[in-house]
């Protein structure tokens, strides 16, 4: 089993940063990816950035490709998403979740998830 704890949420003003943190426990190797999915009230959960723990390989969506950066720390078991020029729209609970080895935008092929963390960006 894989438990992931996010933290980093916040409020912060458009235009503004921040920066989201993934910790994973138990049986998780540097294979793994950990993801980031957002949901915003009334709408489907998003794909928005994957890695695997290594670093090796990475993913975006579209939406936040230049405004958005996921990085790794093995050692730490750890992914972070550094948010920066963030806009309304960006405002979502923002999910972490992780998988053996699928990287990409279909949440039914992670197997593992987290509570998730708010972010809200005021206009």
């Known amino acids: 089993q894989v438990q992931l704890v996010e933290s980093g949420g916040g409020l912060v003003q458009a235009g503004g940063s921040l920066r989201l943190s993934c910790a994973a426990s138990?049986?998780?190797?540097?294979?793994?990816?950990m993801g980031w999915f957002r949901q915003a009230p009334g709408k489907e959960r998003e794909f928005v950035a994957a890695?695997?723990?290594?670093?090796?390989?990475?993913s975006y969506a579209d939406s936040v490709k230049g405004r958005f950066t996921i990085s790794s720390n093995n050692a730490k078991n750890t992914v972070y998403l550094q948010m920066n020029s963030l806009k309304p729209e960006d405002t979502a609970v923002y999910y972490c979740?992780?998988?053996?080895?699928?990287?990409?935008?279909?949440?039914?092929?992670?197997?593992?998830w987290g509570q998730g963390t708010q972010v809200t960006v005021s206009s």
């Open positions: 979740a992780a998988d053996r080895s699928y990287i990409g935008a279909n949440a039914g092929r992670y197997d593992y």
């Open positions: 138990g049986r998780i190797y540097s294979s793994y990816v």
């Open positions: 890695s695997s723990l290594s670093g090796f390989r990475l």
